[in-house]
């Protein structure tokens, strides 16, 4: 069985400020990870995703995530944020076949 | 473009009614999913189904039913709505598992039971 945290139901970041959406899991098997947001009113597309290939994963928008077996983390971050990256974000692991999504976080971006 | 359609997008009804949760998909995928989520909670996979007339129950025990007759149509039945059904159901669907996989996601029906 998997199961995927994360942490803070709500991060709000000042527009330029780094923005850091923390994800943890934990998966009997080697898993595959995934960043998920879903902008309002829109369906949830995919940002990025690990499969076992670079730790370091970049994704669409300027998101990066790093996989880090160690702390079992999988936490996404972007440089500077944007106005128009307000939305919910959602960590979602893959093992057998199946995907498990934490409770997600809602990004606000302050002007 | 994911062409993944859910309706209603909102839906309130009374304990005790029957209610259809209609998704359908115009990309020929073969795997659907309907998940349920709380807030603040987890997404839970309640049903799915890798063809025509293959259907299978997900992860969280759900009273509600599928069926599959039609590629693009997973249509999901409560017999008989009770408020512990209120919740947001979002229906996906993907053509490939595992690191190829790529889900595709309705905007969800946000279900509350009166």
């Known amino acids: 069985a998997q199961s995927v945290t994360q942490l803070g139901s709500h991060v709000s970041v000042s527009e330029g400020a780094l923005v850091l959406l923390r994800c943890n899991y934990s998966?009997?098997?080697?898993?595959?990870l995934f960043w998920y947001v879903q902008y309002p009113n829109q369906g949830l597309q995919l940002l990025l995703k690990?499969?076992?290939?670079?730790?370091l994963v970049k994704g669409i928008n300027g998101f990066e995530a790093e996989f880090k077996k160690s702390e079992t983390s999988f936490h996404l971050t972007k440089p500077s944020a944007h106005m128009s990256d307000a939305a919910e974000y959602f960590c979602?692991?893959?093992?057998?076949?199946?995907?498990?999504f934490g409770g997600g976080t809602r990004l606000m971006v302050k002007p | 473009e994911a062409d993944i359609y859910q309706t209603p997008r909102y839906l309130v009804i009374g304990t005790g009614k029957k209610i259809t949760l209609e998704c359908s998909q115009t990309m020929g995928h073969d795997k659907m999913y309907w998940y349920q989520q709380d807030p603040g909670m987890e997404l839970h996979l309640i049903h799915y189904s890798y063809g025509v007339n293959s259907t299978e129950k997900g992860d969280l025990s759900s009273e509600s039913t599928v069926s599959r007759i039609r590629t693009e149509h997973f249509p999901l039945t409560l017999e008989s709505a009770r408020p512990s059904h209120t919740s947001q159901y979002l229906c996906a669907s993907s053509d490939h598992g595992g690191t190829n996989e790529k889900l595709f996601f309705g905007s969800g029906t946000q279900l509350s039971v009166l």
């Open positions: 690990y499969t076992s290939a670079a730790t």
């Open positions: 979602a692991v893959c093992a057998g076949n199946m995907l498990t």
């Open positions: 998966s009997s098997v080697p898993p595959y």
